[in-house]
Each structure stands twice: as C-alpha cells, then as structure tokens.
C-alpha cells in the first residue's frame, strides 16, 4: 500500500467509525492517531481533554486535546488536533503550526501561571488537569514527580507544506552499507522553542505521512544520532572506542567504547525515553524516578571523577554505526536507531543533573559503553523469534541490573508468550459466534497476526480470517490488562496503564511459568479467554450504548468519559463481591462464549454505580485517582453491593474448579513428559553418546547412567510405560539427571 492509498484508507475507516459509533470524525481522527502513539511507544497513556476554543486573559485562544506524562524523562506532553475531513485536505503550513502553537502554550500558561477558574465551571475537569500540570511543572526539584521537559504534539491529517520542508525540520537520508543500499528514511525534527518556566520547549509534529511510514515499517522511527552535528556545542567528534573481535558470521559487531557524561546526557535531553529500548523504557516508566539510584545522583554531583570507576556503564544496541580515525583513535562518530538496553538509570541521572542544574557541564564524567551492532532486525527462528528480540533480551537478561525485575520480563519472546501464542493457534472456540470453530489469535508482537497473512496468497487468506477473526485478537499487553483486572481484581493497576499492568502480570507469570509449567494448559487458556470476554463486553456495552451529539441516546455514558477505569473497576467490583467458596462457571463461559444474561444485568448495575464513584474524585483529576490503591480499596469495601440472585445461582463451588485445575494439570503433566522424552530422542543416540564422552571426567555415576538410559531407549524407539500409560518415575528422574548433564556440559563451555 502507498501513501496515497494509506491516506484514503485512512480518512474512509474514520468516516465509517464515526458513522457507527456516531461520534465526530476529528474525534475518531485524535483516538486513532493517539492509538498508534501508544502502540509504537511514542506516548503512554495519553488522556483527553475535551474543551475545544476556548478565550483567556486578554482574549488569548487557548486549547488543549489532551495530555500525557513519560516518566521516564520527566516530560509534560501537550497534544492538540489540525484535522481537515477531506481526501484532500490542505497543506500544514509554518503559519498554521504557529496558531497551534500559541494555543497550547496560552493552555499551559494560563494553567501555570494565571487562572484557568475564570474561564471555566468550577465541575469541569480542565481545572483539575490544570492544577496537575501546575503542581508537577512547579514544583521542587527534589520531587519525583516534577517536570524537567515540555513537548507539544501536533496531530494532522495534512502533508506538511514547503515552508516546513526545509532541512531544520525534515531530512531525507540515504544510507548504504555492505554494498546495498538502505531504505530512504524521512527524520521529522522538532522545532525548538523558548523554554516555558525554565523548562525546554519543542514541538512534534505527527503528520499523516509520519504514521504511514511508522505503520508501514512497523517500527519506530529510528534515531539517527550525527554527534559532530547534532551536538556542535560540545565540540565532540566522535566517541572513542575500540572494536571487538568478536568473530565473523555472527550477525552482529561489538565496540567498546567511553562516552562523555556530557554526550550522554545530552543525547537523552534532546532525544528523551526514545533512546531507552521499548521493553526497557515500559519497565522504568512503571517505577519513575524512585527506582533511580541515589548513589549515582551523589557521585555526580560530589565525586565526579570517581564516576568512570563505580558505575557499571551502559549497554546499548544499533542498527548502524559509523567509524572513522580521527589523530590516530579511533572514534564513533554517527549511530543509528540507538537504544540503551542496560544503564537507563545511569543516563537519567545524567541528564537531571544538567536540567535541575546541579551539575551543568558533567566535567570529568565518563561512562563506559558497550555497543553490539544489530543490523538484521527481520531474521526469525523457527519459533517465529527475531535474531535481534533474542539478542537485546539477552543483553538485557544478563547484564548487571540494579533492578529486582529486569526488563527481559517483558519481552514477546519469553516461553510463556511462546506459549500462548501456540495454544491460541491450536486450542479453538466453540462455533457459537461464529459458524466454524474459531481462534482467539494471541499476537505476542506488534502486527504479527498481519504478517502471517502476507505468506498467504487467495483463499487461503480468507480461511486464515476466518479461522481467526479480527475481534478475536488479542496482544499480550491486553492480556496483562484482563488478567490483573480479573484474576488479581487490581483495577488501581489497569487504570496506570498497560506498562504497569504488564509488570504486576509479566514478572509473576514467566516465574510461574518456568516453576510449574503444568499449569499452563487448555483450562489456564481458556480463563484467560474469558477474561477477555468479561473486560470486551463491558467496554461494548459502554461504547455500543454512548451518548454523543451526533448520536444522543439518553444514557448515562458520555461520549469522552471515563471508560478504561470504569471498566476495570466493574469487573473487581463484581467478582470481589461473589461470596467466600464459589466462583464464576469459567467453562459455561468459554463454551458459550459470551456472558449470560444475568451477569450482563450486573454489569448494566455496576458500570453506572462505578463511574459516579469515580467522578466523586474529591477536586483529583478522575484518571488519576483511579490509580490510587486507597481508591480501589474504599470502592470495594464501603460502597454496598449485592450481587442478584439470578447471578449468584449460575456460580460453581470453589471446589470445581480446583478439582478442574488439578485434572488439567495432571494431564498437562503427562503431555509434558512426553514431549520432554521425544525431543530427546529426536537429538539421536549419537548426540547423548557424545554428551557422555565429553562428560566422561565432569559427570556423576547417576548422572551417566541417566544419559546411558536415554542412550539406549534412543536407540531401540522403546519408550517404557506403566500400566496406566504413563511415563514411569524412574524413567523421568533419567530424563532430569540426562538434561542436567547436557546442561553441566553447556555452562563449562564444552560443545555436545
């Protein structure tokens, strides 16, 4: 698809959206574009604001469309909409963006430092999201929720003018390395701006364009960092390094090199949480500056020079780097697509420093790096895994970390999501929806349910949809959300947003997951697909029945309301109300797959006695105090509910669905064992011969005569059982001590 394409796609799936759920088409332009913000990382957890135009001091236009916070770089994020309801809309032009400008900037001024009470109704929640961003931009540095940045973001449906394609703001690079050339890439940059209350001040502009080409990568935009260039004050030409000799064919490169603290910090200031590594930057947005370590903030600001000897330095990958020789050293001087795997920390206490001024100009800091060059960023395994997803959740996984929960729990690769993506290819639904057995697609990486197709060719694209319907698809920061609003009941965590859901969710299950493995079954699947179920139709029930002005139903739900707490906070609500010793029918569930009418009367109940709670906030911003733990808390223990009895006759003794989880699990157990022996034997006769040759000094008796078992059961395609057709233990304590040895073997670095 080309632009051209993309763009009338584009406008014509607003059209429809806007006629279905009869809402604007600018409306449904700002939750699109915010959409595909949050799904490439560009911006997290994104809120709107619904106030239009609106005269302050002095006549001053003011607006806002919303906001959001990265608490990674401490950024403030103003958004606002340019969005023109025509195949053709005109160009974006300097003039237009200056308009724009000055009405957010009179938004954040008024907010800061006037009084937005005169322009508003002392109800309205633009006064709560005022006094938020004045407390967090105003206040003492040592706070850790204060504001260090400002970023405006315009989102447009228009192409960007000639006066705004002039080198400063777009380049078009070229880049040709190992004799091909490599895609044309277009670099939108920021316009800079005056500081707003001593904080730095840009401006982004997300143009229609700009989305077509993140979507169409499905990545990111790179960033291309030319040091000499971008950062002509520092009077860096590069940063030194030497290069490992790694070895040849291993699809990656490696430096050693010392970067500048300067350099460092500047390059995180001018490019923000964009250098951190998506699973990394989702990680420490959870946990803001808290988790910085203050040993590193006092050795920056007391003891300098030590800085170079007690830190740990950084790890980072590339996509593309240049190296020249400059005086005889040899020096890095230009990298692409930059991401710090490892040392986030360190580079944010970097940059603080400059921005709260407490040590402006880093002099005598440096900080060791080190740089692995990735530049197949498309390769996959036969598990569908990238070369460059298992390399940076190594890099990730290994180096030293200062965190008790690593990033490498968040990545698509990790066995559970593996996992599940294989139960959602093979473990079908009930044709109850639909005419056909159908699956819940599990898409464990961004756009993979696409990709598949594009192997396809014809009808065999219109089996696989059909097969794996659209509104069946569900990624894994989904599942995150439903499990921990319906298995953990902590709507305060959904309401934080999918990173914090991910981490109360990703951590325990990988451990989980690796310790018990037999947990892991049909019956674990189909629970989490009726989560899904409970959280979707709750959301379809607010968003099917809205009120809007171009659609006016009546009812309570207002078009722009508060839906992703609402929803969280009914589904905990409802099931920490069912009574000690019984839960829900989870199997009725999945083989219905919807929800009865009954439980859909409680839902019609809770959702509006959930979202009066919630807008009674006590003058806190409503999205804010969802994500308050006392807030949950109070909800579930003060405010009275009964569940009827028509819901409390469908429940099932607790005791079922232990007794259920136990057969799944035994089963699960047996397929286990079974699977573990047969990719054993697969490895042949001769691979355990040699696992016991090498191992002929290092491995016990037991140990030995385990692989000489697994040696001779390989060999005569006998595989013992008992009686009842199970594996029998003293064959699985072989197979244990036989995958011990092979392991003792791998560790000591002996190749079998």
């Not at 910085?292 to 780097?321: L, Q």
Request: glycine share 6%.
């Amino acid at each position: 698809m080309n632009y051209q394409e993309y763009k009338k796609e584009f406008l014509t799936e607003l059209r429809n959206e806007s006629a279905i759920s009869g809402s604007d088409t600018e409306d449904e332009f700002v939750s699109r574009t915010l959409d595909i913000l949050s799904e490439f990382d560009e911006i997290e957890e994104p809120v709107r604001i619904g106030m239009g135009d609106k005269k302050g001091r002095g006549g001053r236009l003011m607006r806002a469309d919303g906001y959001a916070f990265d608490e990674t770089d401490h950024s403030l994020i103003l958004l606002i909409s340019d969005f023109q309801d025509s195949y053709s809309p005109e160009n974006l032009n300097m003039s237009r963006v200056d308009e724009l400008y000055w009405r957010l900037y009179y938004f954040l001024d008024e907010s800061c430092n006037g009084s937005l009470n005169d322009y508003f109704d002392d109800s309205d929640d633009v006064l709560k999201i005022g006094r938020l961003i004045k407390k967090r931009i105003n206040t003492a540095d040592d706070d850790e929720e204060r504001i260090l940045k400002v970023k405006f973001f315009i989102l447009t449906n228009k192409d960007l003018g000639t006066n705004l394609l002039e080198a400063n703001l777009l380049e078009t690079n070229v880049r040709k390395s190992k004799g091909r050339t490599k895609k044309t890439t277009k670099t939108t940059k920021k316009i800079k701006k005056q500081d707003f209350n001593g904080k730095p001040l840009e401006i982004n502009l997300w143009h229609l364009e700009r989305f077509y080409e993140m979507e169409s990568s499905n990545s990111s935009e790179p960033i291309v960092i030319d040091i000499a260039h971008d950062f002509p004050d520092l009077n860096y030409t590069g940063i030194p390094c030497i290069k490992g000799n790694v070895g040849e064919g291993l699809g990656y490169d490696a430096y050693i090199a010392i970067i500048p603290g300067k350099l460092l910090a500047s390059i995180y200031i001018e490019h923000g949480s964009k250098v951190l590594e998506g699973n990394v930057r989702a990680f420490l947005g959870t946990g803001g500056s808290k988790s910085v370590n203050s040993g590193i903030r006092k050795t920056i600001n007391t003891d300098p020079t030590k800085f170079f000897t007690y830190n740990n330095g950084i790890a980072v990958t590339a996509a593309d780097v240049d190296v020249a020789s400059v005086d005889g050293e040899l020096m890095i001087t230009r990298i692409v697509d930059m991401q710090i795997i490892n040392g986030g920390q360190t580079t944010a206490a970097l940059a603080e420093a400059v921005l709260k001024k407490t040590n402006v100009e880093l002099n005598g800091i440096y900080v060791p790096m080190k740089l692995t060059v990735i530049e197949d960023r498309e390769t996959e395994n036969e598990e569908g895994v990238r070369f460059y997803d298992e390399m940076v959740q190594a890099i990730a996984k290994y180096a030293n970390s200062q965190n008790k929960v690593t990033a490498a729990d968040l990545f698509s690769n990790e066995p559970f999501h593996i996992w599940m993506e294989r139960m959602s290819k093979k473990h079908l639904a009930p044709p109850r929806l639909f005419t056909i057995p159908t699956g819940w697609y599990y898409e464990r990486s961004r756009k993979r349910y696409q990709q598949e197709q594009l192997k396809l060719r014809g009808d065999d694209v219109k089996r696989f949809q059909a097969k794996f319907p659209k509104k069946q698809i569900i990624n894994k920061e989904q599942l995150a959300m439903y499990y921990t609003a319906v298995f953990y009941c902590k709507p305060h965590i959904v309401s934080k947003g999918k990173n914090w859901a991910m981490k109360e969710f990703g951590a325990a299950i990988s451990e989980e997951f690796k310790a018990h493995n037999e947990s892991f079954n049909e019956f674990y699947f189909e629970r989490c697909i009726c989560a899904a179920i409970i959280f979707r139709t709750i959301d379809d029930y607010l968003e099917r029945n809205k009120d809007s002005a171009k659609k006016p139903t009546g009812f309570w739900y207002k078009t722009g309301g508060y839906k992703l707490n609402i929803v969280p906070y009914t589904i905990a609500k409802i099931l920490s109300s069912i009574p000690n010793g019984y839960t829900l029918n989870w199997k009725d569930i999945w083989d219905k797959q919807r929800l009865s009418p009954a439980f859909i009367r409680e839902i019609e109940i809770v959702t509006r006695m959930t979202n009066d709670f919630i807008c009674d906030s006590h003058g806190v911003i409503v999205t804010e105090y969802c994500k308050r733990q006392s807030t949950w808390e109070e909800y579930r223990d003060k405010v009275k509910y009964e569940l009827s009895g028509d819901f409390l006759a469908e429940l099932i003794p607790e005791s079922m669905l232990k007794e259920a989880e136990k057969d799944a699990k035994r089963d699960q157990k047996e397929t286990n064992d079974l699977q573990t022996i047969m990719d054993m034997i697969a490895k042949g006769a001769g691979y355990w011969n040699s696992v016991l040759t090498k191992g002929s000094s290092s491995l016990s008796y037991q140990e030995k005569n385990a692989v000489m078992q697994i040696i001779n059961i390989a060999t005569t395609g006998n595989i013992p059982s008992s009686k009842s057709g199970k594996l029998p233990i003293r064959i699985m304590t072989a197979v244990k001590l036989a995958l011990a040895a092979e392991e003792k073997l791998i560790s000591e670095g002996i190749s079998v």
